[in-house]
Every structure is written in structure tokens, then in C-alpha cells.
């Protein structure tokens, strides 16, 4: 069974790991000086990276919560995340390479950020019932 304090580093670690994977691929993305699209699509995935970031190091600074706490922000965050795929998949359609990149990547920021809110709502549950 899974404590506060291992739910709530797991959550810490996995939100910064993505942060620094973002930001380095984005930068890397960047240096190679690749076409309009992915030169969007880097930049906003590095953006992403940046707020990932910041978030993980508030998380790691701020009070604990507990479970019950943290289990109606997942599910808000799973609500904003299917936002984001579907304000992504709009943005993706537009003309012009530059909304193509910037919608792709908030695509994929929306559906990792789903999927790990979703397993931490699952994992906050978990504990709350038991």
C-alpha cells in the first residue's frame, strides 16, 4: 500500500523527470535547426517543460497533502488535460506551420499529462479506500 510521502515523491519525481525530458528534447529539437512545424513544435514543448518544471519544484517546496487532497485536483487536471488534446487537435488543424507545431505538441502535453493524472487519481484512490 502506498503512503502519503511515496505518492507524493513519485508525483514530484515523475512531473520534473518529464520536465527535463521536455526541455531537453526541445532543445536538442531546436539546435537542429529543423523546419517551421517542429520548430513550433519544439518551442512550445520546451514552454510546457518549463511549466512542468516549476510546478514539480512548487510541489516540492509547498505543505504535503494528503490523498483525499490531492484526488479533486487529478481529476480537475484530467478534465483541463482533455482540454488541452482537444484545444491541441483544433490548433493542429489550422493553416500555417507554425499553429501545426504548436498544436501537436500541446497534443502530447495533454496526453502524457492525462495519462499521469490519471495514475495518480488512481493511486490517490487507492489509498483513500484502502
Not at 508525483?11 to 520534473?16: M, R, V, Y
Not at 482537444?86 to 489550422?94: L, Y
Request: hydrophobic residues 55%; glycine residues 12%.
Amino acid at each position: 500500500m502506498d503512503s502519503a510521502d511515496e505518492i507524493r515523491r513519485a508525483l514530484i519525481a515523475g512531473l520534473f523527470l518529464w520536465s527535463l525530458l521536455s526541455l531537453g528534447t526541445a532543445t536538442a529539437g531546436l539546435y537542429a535547426r529543423p523546419g517551421e512545424t517542429m520548430r513550433a513544435f519544439w518551442f512550445m514543448s520546451g514552454l510546457w517543460g518549463l511549466i512542468d518544471g516549476l510546478i514539480a519544484v512548487y510541489a516540492l517546496l509547498a505543505d504535503s497533502q494528503t490523498p483525499s487532497q490531492l484526488l479533486p485536483i487529478f481529476r480537475f487536471n484530467a478534465g483541463l488535460d482533455v482540454i488541452y488534446i482537444a484545444a491541441g487537435a483544433g490548433i493542429a488543424t489550422r493553416k500555417g506551420p507554425t499553429a501545426r507545431g504548436f498544436g501537436l505538441a500541446v497534443i502530447v502535453q495533454g496526453v502524457f499529462l492525462l495519462m499521469f493524472d490519471g495514475y495518480f487519481w488512481w493511486r490517490c484512490a487507492q489509498v483513500i479506500v484502502g
